[in-house]
Every structure is written in C-alpha cells, then in structure tokens.
C-alpha cells in the first residue's frame, strides 16, 4: 500500500494529471445531470422503465412525454457528447497551464474534435460519429492536450495580436483533417467486428474465461475513459440471451438453460452494481469509512444515478478515471463477483438469469428478477455487494491519505 502511495502521490503532482483532473472537475456537474436526465427517461418515463412498470407512472403522469423528450435532449447534450467536453476542458486547462490563452484553446481543441468526428456513415451522408462522441472521451483528451501545446507554443502571451492564432488554427486544421481520413479508413477496415468475430469463434468452447476476460477488458478500458465490450446495458436480444429464454420458457425455469456463462449472467447480473467498477459498492464504501468531505459529498450526489447503474458522476467526480488507487478493485471486485457467481452456477445453487429484465433496473435486482424470483440470487447479489464494499475499503482509507501525503485541500466540488 506505500508503494502505491508513493506511485499516487507522484502521478498526481504531475504537470499532465494536474489538467487531467481540472478538466474532469470541469466536467463533473454537466455530466451528472446528465446521469439524472438518463436516469430518469429510462427508469421513470419509458413505459418499459424499471420504476414506470412498477409504478405505472407513464398512465397518469400529465405530459410525461414532453418531460421525457427534455431529459432525453440533456442526455444527449451532455453524456451522450462527453467527448467534446473533454477536449473543450483539456485544450483549456494545458493552456493556461503552458500559456494565457486559455478562451482561445479550448475553442481551438473543440473545433479539432468536431472535425475528427465528422465521419462517412452507412447511409453516404457524412454525420458527427455518435460512438466517438460518447465512448472517445480518452481520445478526446490527447487532442486536447495537442491543441492546448500547440496553442501555447505558438502564441506569443505578451501579445495582444487576433491574427496570431491563424498559425496554430491552421496546425490544428490540419491535423484534425488528417486524423478524420485516418479513422474514416480505419473505419471501412471494420477490424473490431474481425476482431470480435475471432474472439468468438475461439472462446465458445470456454465460454467462462471469454466472459471473464472481457469484463476485465471493459473494466479496464472504462477506468481510461474508453467504453468496453460489456459497456451497454443488458439487452436479452443476443443469440445466447434468446437460447437461454427460449428454453427457460419451454421448461418453465431458467435452471437448464444452454448458455450459462454470458455477459447477461454473469457481468450484467453479478458485476455491474451501480456501472461498471460496482460503483456502488464505492459510494457506500465512502460514506462510510472516507474523511474527505469532497469524495463524500461527490458519493451523495452520485447516489440517485448509481442506483439505476449510471456511474459517469462518481467516474468524474471522485475522480476514478485514471487514478491508480481504484485501478486493483475497479477490475477485481467485478471479477470476483463473476467467478463466484460462475461457480455457483456450475454447482447449481442459483439458475442463470435468463428472463428480460426492465430499463434501469438496479444491479442488485437483475439476478432476482432476471431468474424470475429467485431468492438465493438475490441474496447472492446482497452479499457480493457487502465483499465488495470491504475490497474497496482499503484503498478509499488509501486515497484519504493520498491526499494528506500530496497537501491538497479538501475543496467541494
């Protein structure tokens, strides 16, 4: 634990960590009204919605579609385009951590990612890359952070000249041209579905190392702002999710179902409390054992949304992305939910969830409901949460003294 201390406190006393986390402050209050709106079209306004089922709200709430299209239009605007906030606060913040044009940069860094999701679609009719927009956020920091050099270097402070910025507007141009053609290339290569087609075609004999692997991946990849596999929520329409509903429906249970080892039965239902991570096993974690009333305040808000498993609040916030302390139960805490869950499977303690479960509905109930009631998952689900909050413990303690080795205030959010 003091070698990563040590590791911590050197990352974070970093000139690039330093505009890494101003930008995710930045963004931290846009994207979590962004959790709220989602949160609050999928679970309360969508008739399909875990707590509009339960509560019919979609029958006598007056006017709920227009509020609906309201949440899903701030959705949409914030979330679902987390990526040009990132270049936009990136580009500004290593600006004004190299030089003073500040306004200016981060202007500059939001026309380079617009410009670079711009993209060829299936249709023949160019159009912003909405994948790239909401899951490019990683990407959207190292353009960011080269408009924002680029802009400093190229950009004499002392003077007052508008037509200065032609030259790293130009640079920024070209740059953005050429990665734009670059991707759209990359694109018509269409590797990841060679790529995934591959995976699958050599991990159907061992479904649970396939499944095991790939939540590691998109554990990984989320904590580097960069999606994942497994990153979306459940849909039960897969070949494997509609095989298992198939024959849970001719035998009446899911006990026998052909496919016991999948993203639904395992990650979704076991290792997906609160989003990717178990943030939810976080949160409670904090509110529990953290002093740092920033980390405490930023788990209060972060409450409303974890529940329906909508983590981009505590993701901005604590910060978690890229930070090398929550790195180890980040990845570990899912995956020990999912080889225990796999092994009560194995020996038959619990049935696969194989039922289609509502939108939104919270991590710990998509076993119980998704198995159709069964009891035995729900209490499985109760209690991988409570190991998880006990994995996290230590390394919430671990960032508290984080901050009092590096001196830093304890400032609200």
């Known amino acids: 634990m003091d070698r990563l201390l040590r590791i911590t406190t050197k990352v974070y006393s970093s000139k690039i960590m330093r505009i890494i986390q101003d930008t995710l402050k930045m963004m931290f209050p846009i994207m979590l009204l962004g959790s709220f709106a989602e949160v609050i079209k999928i679970c309360f306004l969508t008739p399909t919605g875990f707590m509009a089922s339960i509560f019919k709200i979609t029958d006598w709430l007056p006017y709920y579609r227009g509020i609906a299209w309201v949440m899903v239009v701030t959705f949409h605007c914030t979330i679902d385009m987390m990526a040009l906030y990132g270049a936009f606060g990136m580009a500004h913040f290593t600006a004004k951590m190299y030089g003073e044009k500040t306004s ?124 994942g596999p497994f990153v979306n929520s459940p849909t039960f329409n897969d070949a494997p999710s509609l095989a298992n509903l198939n024959a849970a429906l001719k035998a009446g249970s899911s006990w026998n179902v052909p496919f016991k ?23 409670i974690a904090i509110l529990i054992f953290s002093k740092k009333q920033n980390n405490r305040s930023v788990s209060k808000w972060s409450i409303f949304p974890a529940i329906f498993n909508s983590h981009y609040s505590m993701m901005l916030g604590i910060p978690i992305l890229f930070n090398p302390i929550f790195l180890i139960p980040f990845i570990f805490a899912p995956l020990i939910n999912m080889s225990i869950a796999a092994l009560l499977l194995s020996i038959r303690w619990i049935p ?62």
């Open 104 to 227: 200016i940069a981060g202007a500059v860094g939001l026309m380079a990612f617009l410009i670079i999701s711009f993209q060829p679609t299936d249709t023949g009719i160019p159009n912003f890359n909405s994948r790239l927009m909401s899951q490019g956020m990683l990407f959207s920091l190292f353009v960011g952070y080269f408009c924002g050099r680029v802009t400093a270097a190229l950009v004499n402070p002392k003077k007052d000249e508008l037509f200065q910025m032609i030259k790293p507007v130009s640079v920024v141009i070209v740059f953005s041209a050429i990665t734009n053609v670059l991707l759209g290339f990359m694109g018509k290569l269409d590797a990841p579905t060679y790529v995934a087609s591959f995976v699958t075609q050599h991990t159907q004999s061992n479904a649970l190392l396939y499944v095991l692997g790939m939540g590691v991946l998109t554990n990984f990849l989320s904590w580097i702002a960069f999606g």
């Open 352 to 413: 696969a969830a194989a039922y289609p479960v509502p939108s939104g509905t919270p991590g710990p109930l998509i076993a119980f409901i998704g198995t159709n009631g069964n009891w035995l998952a729900l209490i499985l689900g109760i209690i991988l949460i409570a190991l998880d909050v006990m994995i996290y413990m230590p390394f919430v303690k671990l960032a508290d003294r984080t901050s009092e080795e590096a001196g830093n205030e304890d400032e609200e959010i």
């Open 261 to 283: 080892f999948t993203d639904t039965t395992l990650y979704h239902s076991f290792a997906d409390f609160g989003g990717t991570g178990v943030i939810l096993a976080l949160i």
